[in-house]
Nanobody, 122 residues
């Protein structure tokens, strides 16, 4: 399974970016797509996750109210709309797939995209 993340870039604090992740061809009822990020010198952390079917989704406290995860089932794509970006949001952002249900733990996600760099300048 290959995931392809895109949409990163350089933005000023307060700005917005939208990340996209092309999802696999098959999407089971238990599939969950997640976004994680890893800043230099830090561990990979959960950002948001959405069940491929249904309305279940979760956000990290640090991004609630600023980031929105969504999906387009027809295009098999998951999005992360990031608004009111802060310098501390700077990281490599990864999309990932867990075929076994909802989780916020990176090790539970079996498939990963290559990452896209988001840099927020102050």
């Amino acid at each position: 399974v290959q995931l392809q993340a895109s949409g990163g870039g350089l933005v000023q604090a307060g700005g917005s970016l939208r990340l996209s992740c092309a999802a696999p061809g098959r999407t089971g009822t238990s599939y969950v797509m997640g976004w994680f990020r890893q800043a230099p010198g830090k561990e990979r952390e959960f950002v948001a996750a959405i069940r491929w079917r249904g309305a279940e989704l979760y956000y990290a406290d640090s991004v609630k109210g600023r980031f929105t995860i969504s999906r387009d089932n027809a295009k098999k794509t998951v999005f992360l709309q990031m608004n009111s970006l802060k310098p501390e949001d700077t990281a490599v952002y990864y999309c990932a797939l867990n075929p076994d249900g909802m989780s916020m733990i990176p090790s539970r996600f079996r498939y990963w995209g290559q990452g896209t760099l988001v840099t927020v300048s102050s």
